[in-house]
């Protein structure tokens, strides 16, 4: 089992910036990929970005390109959502997520963290 657990959100007006964590814990041996997703209201859960553990390379979904960054630490096993130039369509709970396979920009992660709410205000 593997547990994560993400800190961070908060209220913040639009231009501003947020960093989200994510500590992993339990079996994160056996993890590949890292990724952030998010949901607002009403609407589907969508992936964010991931990161490889392997190797570090990042994916971002279009939306969030050029003001995305994911980053981690393996000495803390924990990965990083740098959230820059916030927009209010960004406003959602953004939860971390944990995989063993490589699922690009999916959402089908099989271990999740309980989420963190992210409002930007217009």
């Known amino acids: 089992q593997v547990q994560l657990v993400e800190s961070g959100g908060g209220l913040v007006q639009a231009g501003g910036s947020l960093r989200l964590s994510c500590e992993a814990s339990?079996?994160?041996?056996?993890?590949?990929?890292m990724g952030w997703l998010r949901q607002a209201p009403g609407k589907e859960r969508e992936a964010v970005g991931c990161?490889?553990?392997?190797?570090?390379?990042?994916y971002f979904v279009d939306s969030v390109k050029g003001r995305f960054t994911i980053s981690r630490d393996s000495a803390k096993n924990t990965i990083y959502l740098q959230m820059n130039s916030l927009k209010p369509e960004d406003t959602a709970v953004y939860y971390c997520?944990?995989?063993?396979?490589?699922?690009?920009?999916?959402?089908?992660?099989?271990?999740w963290g309980q989420g963190t709410q992210v409002t930007v205000s217009s």
């Open positions: 339990g079996r994160t041996g056996s993890m590949y990929v």
């Open positions: 990161i490889s553990l392997s190797g570090g390379t990042t």
């Open positions: 997520a944990a995989d063993r396979r490589f699922l690009g920009l999916g959402t089908n992660y099989e271990y």
